[in-house]
């Protein structure tokens, strides 16, 4: 009987493992790496917030981009999101969105590709997902320059691997 408890513990943590908090940014940086998303400046930033390394920031959450390549420059400052590219692609990784996970969308371009709406930080369902959308971590966002909204980042970064890879709604 113990060792039957033993290996239910081992498979649900196998799982657990197997279903890590999803990142989705919007596409990779001009001079990113495709292959590995969210792992530029982005993905520093966050990690600096959580008070994790970067490779326990990068162990910790599974990354993807809506996009699969840099979309271009917008005209005023950032870069351009083709929205109706950002939809399809979105269908597709849709099927990530699995029971319990947490999904974190960074911003609200990329909610709107999910064509989600809401207050940053405010949990929400989507298929049997917990999903939050959160201010997207590029060095344009002046959400960051306050210290009470970056300490705020930080807390949900830890909240959310303390959590055990489960979110709530509220």
Do not use: Q
């Not at 009987?1 to 919007?26: N, Q, T």
């Not at 790496?33 to 530029?40: C, K, L, M, S, T």
């Not at 929205?83 to 319990?100: C, E």
């Amino acid at each position: 009987r113990g060792e039957e408890s033993c290996a239910r513990e081992v498979d649900r943590r196998i799982v657990m493992r197997s279903i890590r908090p999803l990142i989705v940014g919007e596409a990779p940086a001009r001079i990113g790496d495709r292959r590995h998303p969210i792992a530029g400046r982005c993905g520093r930033k966050l990690a600096r917030l959580g008070g994790l390394s970067f490779d326990a920031f990068l162990g910790s959450f599974a990354r993807v981009n809506v996009l699969s390549s840099w979309p271009g420059a917008g005209e005023i400052k950032g870069t351009t999101f083709p929205i109706r590219a950002a939809r399809i692609a979105a269908v597709r990784l849709r099927r990530r969105f699995v029971g319990g996970r947490t999904v974190i969308l960074l911003g609200r371009r990329v909610a709107a590709a999910f064509d989600l709406k809401g207050d940053y930080f405010a949990p929400m369902r989507l298929g049997r997902a917990i999903v939050v959308i959160v201010p997207h971590p590029s060095g344009v966002n002046r959400w960051y320059n306050d210290g009470a909204h970056r300490r705020r980042m930080g807390r949900f970064v830890r909240a959310v691997l303390k959590r055990g890879h489960r979110g709530r709604t509220r």
